[in-house]
């Protein structure tokens, strides 16, 4: 993941899918052009910086570029939240940092955190920033029984999507849950880029799967904050969860994620079904330990 092949490779992608006329340019050349979206030149007028600036940046030297350089690329780029996010993230990763310096690393799901977990009705869990699932609560690890089958932990919902074919199977949009992923990896890729696990999960990944790799390959990034979930249980058949994700200020880099559904559908009475699975399947558990 070297920062500036991504730094190269992120602002090309970006550039490439816009024409002048959505950027407000006349398009001079017609359909003669020989350029896949704007040209370098055309990207550095509308970000105010000269050519040869631009140029350079799109060479995958950010370091030393100014708030006010980056803002006006984003802007002639037309990126995204997200993607403006990680415009910065990939100038600060550019930056010569002290080792000492560097991004620190989450110190783990504390006891208060599992606790929180036990306390929420629906299902809850938590997860790092390579979409390991680091501790759950019963509900939410009877409703991911299916990526907690495999018995590496901590358990990896990216792994589960893009290696197993369960998942084509559990998530009703796969499309959608394998777009999200490599994105949000993207995206951490971006903002740490050093993480040797992360590193190593993009490595295993692209090694093992072609979807992976063609998502890898497009840039994409985006934030994963509220949304809906579909899914198909095997015991309780199709969920259409509403989920909320939400980070933990005390505990860098862990996310919480919390799903439920309305009173009264058919989603709310599968939850309900659920949780008595669950309970029975903690109380069996129990029964085999005490034999």
């Not at 993941?1 to 992608?13: A, G, H, P, T």
């Not at 001079?28 to 910086?49: P, S, T």
């Not at 799109?58 to 990680?86: M, Y």
């Not at 890729?189 to 790799?213: C, K, W, Y």
Request: net charge neutral; no cysteine.
């Amino acid at each position: 993941m070297n920062n500036r092949d991504q730094v190269r490779e992120f602002l090309r992608s970006r550039r490439e899918r816009i024409t002048p006329a959505q950027a407000g340019l006349p398009a001079y050349g017609g359909g003669n052009r020989r350029v896949k979206g704007l040209r370098r030149e055309e990207v550095a007028l509308l970000a105010g910086v000269s050519i040869d600036y631009y140029v350079r940046m799109e060479r995958g030297h950010l370091s030393g570029a100014s708030d006010a350089v980056l803002e006006g690329v984003a802007t002639a780029l037309h990126l995204d939240e997200a993607e403006r996010s990680h415009l910065f993230d990939l100038a600060r990763a550019a930056q010569p940092t002290p080792a000492g310096k560097r991004r620190t690393k989450p110190v783990g799901v504390t006891a208060g955190i599992q606790q929180v977990l036990d306390a929420i009705t629906s299902p809850a869990w938590v997860r790092n920033a390579r979409h390991d699932m680091l501790a759950a609560n019963r509900m939410a690890r009877a409703l991911y029984a299916p990526v907690l089958a495999d018995p590496r932990r901590p358990a990896s919902n990216a792994r589960f999507v893009f290696l197993d074919p369960a998942a084509h199977d559990f998530y009703t949009d796969w499309e959608r849950a394998a777009d999200d992923i490599a994105a949000m990896l993207r995206s951490e890729a971006g903002r740490n880029p050093h993480d040797r696990q992360l590193i190593e999960l993009i490595g295993e990944l692209s090694t093992r799967s072609e979807e992976f790799r063609r998502r890898w390959a497009a840039h994409n990034v985006r934030f994963h904050r509220a949304g809906q979930k579909k899914l198909h249980h095997p015991i309780v058949g199709n969920l259409e969860l509403d989920f909320e994700a939400m980070e933990f200020p005390s505990h860098p880099g862990l996310t919480l994620l919390v799903y439920t559904a309305p009173t009264g559908t058919p989603t709310a009475d599968a939850l309900d079904l659920l949780g008595s699975w669950a309970a029975t399947e903690s109380l069996a558990e129990v029964a085999v330990q005490r034999d």
